[in-house]
Antibody, heavy 120, light 111 residues
Framework: QVQLQESGPGLVKPAETLSLTCTVS????????WTWIRQPPGKGLDWIGY???????SYNPSLKSRVTISVDSSKNQFSLRLNSVTAADTAVYYC??????????????WGQGTMVIVSS | QSVLTQPPSASGTPGQRVTISCSGS????????VNWYQQVPGTAPKLLIY???QRPSGVPDRFSGSKSGTSASLAISGLQSADEADYYC????????????FGGGTKLTVL
């Protein structure tokens, strides 16, 4: 059974870079697409972007200039980097799997989420 | 401001049928399939409906999805207290090289 687990700092200073990693267990990362989604406190879901195992990426146009998603197949992990963060980037960050039999943009497996606060 | 518009809240009594709407445009819902997610507060979202009207294994047939033009709907029949959650629609938007968009979410209360 495939499981996802986010990891990374829970507190990031303004103007610095937010870095998170998602570890895939119970299956290979060398298939599907791998996605980051965030949810500000009390608000809705915000798609950040995804990466295919081949390395092809797609990003939210509103975040594209600040976002990089990468994959490390040797570690069965994929990562998110969001630079120049502000308080508006405070959110629960989820990693998720797409591209399964449910469709390219249907996310069928999710991590539990990790809260990231941007504050000095 | 979300690209897809959902009512902020919906409610019903046990056993009732409720529907949640999701309004989009020609660049998203009209051209692409719609997915729905259920999120119980404090937990990660769960895929509820995919490809507009298909249920993943394990999702009861009380949940159904449909689409017409630029709008989609999620229907829940035989409402149960366990259905109390936030519901989000999502689809692909063809603008700006394409990207995933979500609705703002609908909080369903079972009275």
């Amino acid at each position: 059974q495939v499981q996802l687990q986010e990891s990374g700092p829970g507190l990031v200073k303004p103007a610095e870079t937010l870095s998170l990693t998602c570890t895939v267990s119970g299956g290979s990362i060398s298939s599907y697409s791998w996605t980051w989604i965030r949810q500000p406190p009390g608000k809705g879901l915000d798609w950040i972007g995804y990466i295919y195992y081949s390395g092809t990426t797609s990003y939210n146009p509103s975040l594209k200039s600040r976002v990089t998603i990468s994959v490390d197949s040797s570690k069965n992990q994929f990562s998110l980097r969001l630079n120049s963060v502000t308080a508006a980037d405070t959110a629960v960050y989820y990693c998720a799997r797409g591209g399964s039999k449910y469709g390219s943009d249907a996310f069928d497996i999710w991590g539990q989420g990790t809260m990231v606060i941007v504050s000095s | 401001q979300s690209v897809l518009t959902q009512p902020p809240s919906a409610s019903g009594t046990p056993g009732q049928r409720v529907t949640i709407s999701c309004s989009g445009s020609r660049s998203n819902i009209a051209r692409n399939t719609v997915n729905w997610y259920q999120q119980v507060p404090g937990t990660a979202p769960k895929l509820l409906i995919y490809s507009t009207n298909q249920r993943p294994s394990g999702v009861p047939d009380r949940f159904s999805g449909s689409k017409s033009g630029t709008s989609a709907s999620l229907a829940i029949s035989g409402l149960q207290s366990a259905d109390e959650a936030d519901y989000y629609c999502s689809t692909w938007d063809d603008n700006m090289n394409g990207h995933v968009v979500f609705g703002g979410g609908t909080k369903l209360t079972v009275l």
